[in-house]
Structure formats: structure tokens, C-alpha cells
């Protein structure tokens, strides 16, 4: 398993006596008591059971340095998610953001896309800037299947060896990118919010974590291609334009085809209101007194032409449906605009709302957080401005003339 000479855990046998200081030291458990002590694969070479252990019976052998030359990996290459020849949105995000990260550092920037009869879809993806596309047209790939799929990817990785592979956070995203990080042995960011490229050409991978708390940055330094997953409704698009780049097949072998799923059939989801493509969204906090409430917002949305949406206590209090919940366990939003009606504006919100274009604040605290990332700011009680507003807009007024 380990014959490639990469780093791993090992158990002395001969020199465990097995008293479990291990197992109850380690962080991630990792470490299992059966006959034997086994190494499972959520195993981050963190050190930690070694020092514990009295006996000196674990190490770790194998190599840590970097997998291969990494001057051999150059460019971005962008894996375009389709459905029913269809692209979705997140692609023209993404391969707008791997321009960027490409000019930067004056290398091509290229898409994979998989699936079948999409040589006009990938002629089209052409048009927006691409150095060339990677087409995997095949009938197995018609339908998203895991196996194919990540062979489909890896096989491209190998071919065009790019310094950074770009993948949407949607749920085929989610499911693709780390299956395909393992086979390639690399590094993986999730769900990340905000991508830069250092000189150097390597790719600085900033997401929130602990609830939003702080924003990590995370590099991968000793292997090539650098991943992440980016979050659809962050990064700005890509444009249309001339097209100067070049359509490469790419064929793989029936073994590689195979999966062990077999798709019977396939039932669209009926068309649902989606708050990520609002162009108004109206949005409700803690500062709501009862459930009824929502209706105001709801007549506010109406008067504008827009959806409501909500913090995420109103929605574990049964207030509003899961999918209208904006911020890092919900849904990031960028609308045109965007009026937060009595809510804080605690981190975990605001991550969903930054790239927004105009925010308006309704709050009674004038220290509230939400003031600090808002455009414009009414404060005062929710109560007695949205009836106004909702009067203002029914002489024929705009939000824009108050």
C-alpha cells in the first residue's frame, strides 16, 4: 500500500504493549484497538501519539518532502459542472477567478468538462477566455457517476499537470473533489471564499473556519495540483469574448469507465424559488418578535420584487424554511440589494452576504456589527420603518429617494 514511498504510520508490534495511551491521545481517532492496534485513514501524522507513547513503538516512515518536481505543474485548470447540457453558473465563476490567478503569474488557464455530446457547450466555454478545453465525451459520463468521473479527472490532472485545479462547492463539487484529491495525492481546500497566488505560484486558499471566527489561509507546499472547492455567488464571472483557445479530447479506457453504479433514471426536481438568484433579498433576524412578523418582510419583498430569507435562529425556531437561511451554514447570496431587518451581523451571516452589491441595516443597536459591512443604515425599530418604507413604495417612491 505504501510502496510509493509516501509518509505513513507505523506500530511496532514487538514493542507495543498495547495500554491505549495512544488511542486515547489522538485528536482525530485515528488509532483502533483490535488485536492490534490499526491506523485508519483519518490519520493526520500529527505527532501527538507518538510523544505519548512509552514504549517508542510508533513512527513514521516514508517521505514528507515534495511528490515530484513542482516546476512541472503550471497553470489553473477549472472542472466545468453540466447538467443536461447545461453549465452551471459556479463554472463561469470559477474560471473567472483561475484568469486571475493565471495572469498573475503569466501562466494558461483551461476547463475539463465531462459528460456527453457537449462538443457545443465545450466550443462555447472557449469564448470566455480559456487556452483550451479538456472535452471527456463519453456515454458512460452522461450521467454523474463517482468512479468515472474521478478517473475522468485524474487522467486529466496527468496530462495537463496543472499547478492549481479549481472545483465548485456544489454537491457533485463536494462529492468529486476529494475522492479525486486522494487518488491524486494532494491537498484539498473546502468550501473557500477568497482565492490570491503568491509569486511564487502558490495558491493561498482562504475560508472561514471555527464558525466563521477567523478567516484560515491554507497553502499546500508539497504537492502538486493545489485543490479547492469555491463557493457559488463569491467570485465574479467571467466575460464573454473572442474565442482564441483549442478543444482537446480526452479518451479513457473502459476499465477506467466502469462504475458499479447504474443510473435507472433521472427525476428532474421541480423548478423551486431559489434566494441565490434574488436580485432583492429581504432578510430577518433575531430582532423579530413572533413568527407572524414575517409577513412584514414578506409585503416588503413583494412591494421590490424580491425573496426573504433569514438569519439562522429563525430558522431552527421554525420561522422561515432551511433554504432561505444566508451565511456559512446556509446559503451566500449577491443580490443587487440586500435589507438586513433586525440582525446583528455576527460573522457567520456576514460570510454570505459580502459580495452583495448595496446592503441597507435595520437595527435598534447603532453598534451592531451588521452597520460595519452595510452600504446605508436606518437605526431604529424594524416596526416603524418597514411600514413606512412599504407606505413610501406604494405612492411610487424608491428605496433610492429616502
Same mark, same amino acid.
Given at each position: 500500500m505504501w510502496g510509493d514511498g509516501l509518509a505513513h504510520l507505523t506500530i511496532d508490534r514487538n514493542r507495543c504493549n498495547r495500554c491505549g495511551l495512544c488511542l486515547a491521545a489522538c485528536p482525530f481517532d485515528a488509532l483502533k484497538m483490535e488485536k492490534e492496534i490499526i491506523v485508519g485513514d483519518d490519520c493526520r501524522l500529527c505527532r501527538i501519539c507518538i510523544k505519548e507513547c512509552p514504549q517508542g513503538a510508533i513512527a513514521i516512515r516514508g517521505r514528507l518532502e515534495d511528490r515530484g518536481n513542482r516546476s512541472l505543474y503550471q497553470g489553473v485548470m477549472v472542472v466545468a459542472e453540466e447538467f443536461a447540457g447545461t453549465i452551471h453558473p459556479v463554472t463561469y465563476e470559477l474560471i473567472g477567478k483561475g484568469s486571475q490567478l493565471a495572469a498573475a503569474s503569466g501562466q494558461e488557464v483551461g476547463c475539463l468538462l465531462m459528460g456527453h455530446n457537449l462538443r457545443s457547450q465545450a466550443e462555447e466555454l472557449l469564448t470566455y477566455g480559456l487556452d483550451w478545453v479538456y472535452l471527456c465525451d463519453h456515454p458512460a459520463l452522461a450521467h454523474f457517476r463517482i468512479e468515472p468521473y474521478t478517473a475522468?479527472?485524474?487522467?486529466?490532472? %496527468?496530462? #495537463? *499537470?496543472?499547478?492549481?485545479?479549481?472545483?465548485?462547492?456544489? =454537491?457533485?463539487?463536494?462529492?468529486?473533489?476529494?475522492? &479525486?484529491?486522494?487518488?491524486?495525492?494532494?491537498?484539498?481546500?473546502?468550501?473557500?471564499?477568497?482565492?490570491?497566488?503568491?509569486?511564487?505560484?502558490?495558491?493561498?486558499?482562504?475560508?472561514?473556519?471555527?464558525?466563521?471566527?477567523?478567516?484560515?489561509?491554507?497553502?499546500?507546499?508539497?504537492?502538486?495540483?493545489?485543490?479547492?472547492?469555491?463557493?457559488?455567488?463569491?467570485? %465574479?464571472? #467571467? *466575460?464573454?469574448?473572442?474565442?482564441?483557445?483549442?478543444?482537446? =479530447?480526452?479518451?479513457?479506457?473502459?476499465?477506467?469507465? &466502469?462504475?458499479?453504479?447504474?443510473?435507472?433514471?433521472?427525476?428532474?426536481?421541480?423548478?423551486?424559488?431559489?434566494?441565490?438568484?434574488?436580485?432583492?433579498?429581504?432578510?430577518?433576524?433575531?430582532?423579530?418578535?413572533?413568527?407572524?412578523?414575517?409577513?412584514?418582510?414578506?409585503?416588503?419583498?413583494?412591494?421590490?420584487?424580491g425573496q426573504i430569507a433569514s438569519t439562522r435562529p429563525l430558522v431552527e425556531m421554525g420561522w422561515v424554511e432551511h433554504n432561505r437561511q444566508i451565511g456559512l451554514s446556509g446559503r451566500t447570496v449577491r443580490p443587487q440589494l440586500l435589507i438586513a431587518c433586525g440582525i446583528s451581523g455576527a460573522v457567520q451571516f456576514a460570510a454570505g452576504i459580502s459580495s452583495c452589491e448595496t446592503i441597507i441595516a435595520i437595527n435598534k443597536d447603532r453598534r451592531a456589527p451588521i452597520f460595519d459591512v452595510a452600504h446605508y443604515g436606518f437605526v431604529g425599530d424594524l416596526y416603524e420603518i418597514i411600514p413606512r418604507l412599504l407606505t413610501h413604495l406604494g405612492k411610487g417612491g424608491r428605496i433610492n429617494a429616502l
Open positions: 475522468c479527472l485524474a487522467a486529466a490532472v %496527468d496530462r #495537463a *499537470k496543472p499547478s492549481t485545479v479549481l472545483v465548485g462547492a456544489t =454537491p457533485i463539487g463536494r462529492s468529486l473533489a476529494p475522492r &479525486a484529491a486522494v487518488r491524486l495525492r494532494t491537498g484539498l481546500t473546502a468550501d473557500c471564499t477568497m482565492l490570491e497566488v503568491r509569486p511564487d505560484g502558490e495558491l493561498v486558499q482562504i475560508r472561514p473556519a471555527f464558525g466563521g471566527n477567523i478567516m484560515a489561509q491554507i497553502v499546500t507546499r508539497h504537492h502538486r495540483p493545489q485543490m479547492a472547492t469555491v463557493r457559488y455567488r463569491v467570485m %465574479d464571472p #467571467a *466575460k464573454a469574448g473572442p474565442s482564441r483557445g483549442r478543444v482537446i =479530447p480526452l479518451r479513457l479506457t473502459e476499465t477506467q469507465l &466502469a462504475s458499479s453504479i447504474q443510473v435507472l433514471e433521472v427525476l428532474p426536481k421541480a423548478q423551486e424559488e431559489s434566494i441565490t438568484d434574488a436580485k432583492v433579498i429581504i432578510a430577518g433576524g433575531r430582532g423579530l418578535k413572533r413568527k407572524q412578523d414575517m409577513d412584514l418582510l414578506r409585503a416588503l419583498a413583494h412591494s421590490l420584487g
